[in-house]
């Protein structure tokens, strides 16, 4: 067999081998469920109503769980701990881990979920938050996704 038939043959069975043996499984991705909360803190109370788009959770309390750090800078503080977020009218609710920068202009920052309960047992997510700072405290935005 001429030696251009031989690699022909040769690069025709590694060809099948790679496509037969690389071929990516299918996995189902986890899709999330887009979250908009928006905590109204007033910084007389340990307690702040909220609103949010998630069903059967349109509104509810937050108050501060475990704090890991504050600390107050020149240029304004940070905050990490957790927000326990409890639906009005239900036993479910979710603990949200924050790790946010804040100052005269508002804060910013992350959030991850470490808890849930009730309707949330399980649940996951993430995203970011803005302070907006207003005349009676600040309004806490979170926006991003539950799995």
Same mark, same amino acid.
């Given at each position: 067999? !001429? +030696? *251009?038939? &031989? =690699?022909?043959?040769?690069?025709?069975?590694?060809?099948?081998?790679?496509?037969?043996?690389?071929?990516? !499984?299918?996995?189902? @991705?986890?899709?999330?469920?887009?979250?908009? &909360?928006?905590?109204? @803190?007033? $910084? %007389?109370?340990?307690?702040?109503?909220?609103? *949010? %788009?998630?069903?059967?959770?349109?509104? #509810? %309390?937050?108050?501060?769980? +475990? &704090?890991?750090?504050?600390?107050? @800078?020149?240029?304004?503080?940070?905050?990490?701990?957790?927000?326990?977020?409890?639906?009005?009218?239900?036993? *479910?609710?979710?603990?949200? =881990?924050?790790?946010? +920068? $804040?100052?005269?202009? #508002? *804060?910013?920052?992350?959030?991850?979920?470490?808890?849930?309960?009730?309707?949330?047992?399980?649940?996951?997510?993430? #995203?970011?938050?803005?302070?907006?700072? @207003?005349?009676?405290? &600040?309004?806490?935005?979170?926006? #991003? %996704? $539950? +799995?």
């Amino acid at each position: 067999m !001429p +030696r *251009s038939a &031989i =690699r022909l043959a040769v690069g025709a069975a590694v060809a099948l081998l790679f496509m037969w043996g690389t071929s990516a !499984p299918v996995i189902a @991705t986890p899709t999330g469920v887009p979250v908009n &909360i928006v905590a109204h @803190t007033s $910084f %007389s109370s340990d307690e702040a109503p909220f609103d *949010s %788009s998630l069903g059967g959770c349109e509104t #509810g %309390s937050v108050v501060n769980g +475990r &704090i890991a750090v504050v600390a107050f @800078t020149p240029w304004g503080g940070v905050f990490n701990g957790d927000k326990e977020f409890t639906c009005a009218g239900s036993d *479910s609710g979710f603990t949200l =881990r924050l790790k946010a +920068r $804040f100052g005269e202009d #508002g *804060s910013t920052g992350t959030w991850t979920v470490a808890d849930g309960w009730g309707d949330f047992e399980g649940l996951h997510g993430s #995203g970011t938050l803005v302070g907006i700072p @207003t005349s009676e405290g &600040i309004n806490d935005v979170y926006t #991003g %996704s $539950f +799995r």
